[in-house]
């Protein structure tokens, strides 16, 4: 069995559609829940959710092994589906069934083609820890990697690093007495504080993320981030509420949609 599932979760590629999902939204989430996955389902779609019109935003596929095989975003125009894909990502594994490299392609209207964007190459220790993570720009010829350290098999530093080799953050890891990830904290390469992430769990699972950007000024609310499982603890559905002026990205909703076995 291929696993992509390191320490922290599934390895995804989102495209994130604006769906509006501010505090007045009225979304049925107790109907959806109430849907129950077998144990352990692999995704068959990810779908904005709680605007007006729903939009398939991933759709996976898997090879024999039940691995991933390739993960595409389906095109809409004017809210129609188109039936083409505009852009994918291919996953491929090494001799040990260990995620490999992410391949992905975007459809340039220009050449009718497809483009590799970005390839994400992983590297692993001898005990098979995730140990980098290089990603390369095939196009522009950029690129940047980040490195993994670990206590006890568990994660506890990461450092990014960007094309100039050049280090640009840090980020410390901390776990419960259960070891469950409940805090991160950004810095610059200088060790300055930018940014506190924290977990919540109930029942092990991961049902809220709250982040925090630090600054002179102290601790404050940047994105709060809730999940929502099914009784078989299969995420059903994930939202994502920006909380400060200072963000650059929008909230939104998503639902996860399961094979049947």
Avoid at 140 to 160: A, C, N, P, V, W
Avoid at 189 to 210: A, F, L, Q, V, W
Avoid at 231 to 242: D, F, G, P, V, Y
Wanted: charged residues 25%; glycine residues 6%; proline residues 3%.
């Amino acid at each position: 069995m291929r696993t992509l599932t390191f320490k922290h979760g599934l390895i995804i590629t989102l495209l994130v559609f604006v769906t509006g999902c501010g505090k007045d939204d009225k979304i049925n989430d107790a109907e959806i829940i109430q849907t129950s996955y077998p144990k352990n389902a692999k995704i068959d779609n990810i779908s904005s959710f709680g605007g007006d019109k729903e939009y398939i935003i991933s759709e996976y596929e898997y090879d024999a092994q039940g691995g991933i095989l390739k993960v595409s975003t389906p095109g809409y125009d004017y809210g129609k589906p188109t039936g083409e894909i505009t852009q994918y990502d291919l996953y491929k594994y090494d001799n040990n069934n260990r995620l490999d490299r992410i391949e992905n392609y975007n459809w340039n209207i220009t050449d009718q083609d497809y483009w590799n964007l970005r390839s994400t190459v992983f590297t692993y220790n001898d005990i098979g820890e995730k140990i980098k993570v290089t990603t390369t720009h095939p196009v522009t010829g950029s690129s940047e990697y980040q490195l993994f350290y670990y206590k006890d098999r568990q994660l506890i530093r990461t450092e990014m690093y960007n094309n100039k080799n050049q280090l640009t953050y840090i980020t410390e890891y901390s776990y419960d007495p259960e070891e469950k990830l409940i805090k991160e904290i950004a810095y610059t390469s200088d060790k300055t504080p930018i940014r506190e992430t924290e977990h919540s769990y109930k029942d092990g699972m991961n049902i809220k993320t709250m982040v925090y950007i630090l600054s002179d000024r102290g601790k404050e609310e940047l994105r709060r981030i809730t999940r929502q499982f099914d009784q078989n603890k299969n995420l059903i559905i994930l939202k994502s509420e920006e909380l400060s002026l200072l963000s650059s990205a929008v909230s939104y909703a998503v639902k996860y949609q399961y094979l049947p076995n």
